[in-house]
Structures are given as C-alpha cells and as structure tokens.
C-alpha cells in the first residue's frame, strides 16, 4: 500500500510559478512510477507529467518547457514545478503511483489540489 498527499496547490496570477510536491508513504518509493494528472471542472482527468522508476520522464504537449517533473527519493516525495501558468492550467492536480504503468488506471492516487490561475 503507498499512501500519496499533495500540497503545493494555490492561487497565482497567470505567469507565475507553482510547485507541487507528493509526498508517499507505505513501501520503497524508487520501486514506483509517479505521475501527475489534473482534472479541470467539467473535463477529464488528463496526464500532465510522470517519471518511471527507471527515470525516465515524459509530458503532456501542452505543459511541455514549462512544467518540470523530479523526484526525491529519500524524501520519498515527486515535484512538479510550474512555470509560465495559463489559466488553462486551473485545475485539481493529482499524485499517482504504480509498479509498472503510467496511465489514468495508476494503483495509487492522492487526494488532490487545487491550482487556480487568474488571468
């Protein structure tokens, strides 16, 4: 079981900075894959970035040069620094974990936070 809390979220005007953190607990977080996903209201949730656990990074087209994605694994905890934000960019951004993919169907989910970019 890996337990997985966001924080981080907030109001920013648009061109601002954001940076998120997740952090886990339960079981040896280097064994896992971590995304963030975020939901705006009334759409679906969608992928904004992820690191394996091999290290490999990936992002979605519309954060891409603006979103950075790390991880700490002795903190036990990912990142995800925003730059740039649009108001495009409001939404709940979610912590996701799983042994082995990278997709919306990840075992593990934090509870969310809320990101709100004013223009």
């Known amino acids: 079981q890996v337990q997985l809390v966001e924080s981080g979220g907030g109001l920013v005007q648009a061109g601002g900075s954001l940076r998120l953190s997740c952090a886990a607990s339960g079981r040896t977080f280097s064994n896992y894959s971590t995304a963030w996903f975020r939901q705006a209201p009334g759409k679906e949730r969608e992928f904004v970035a992820a690191i394996s656990k091999r290290s490999s990074i990936y992002y979605a087209d519309s954060v891409k040069g603006r979103f950075t994605i790390s991880r700490d694994n002795a903190k036990n905890t990912v990142y995800l620094q925003m730059n740039s934000l649009k108001p495009e960019d409001t939404a709940v951004y979610y912590c996701?974990?799983?042994?082995?993919?990278?997709?919306?169907?990840?075992?593990?989910w934090g509870k969310g936070t809320l990101v709100t970019v004013s223009s």
């Open positions: 996701a974990a799983d042994p082995t993919q990278i997709s919306t169907a990840m075992e593990y």
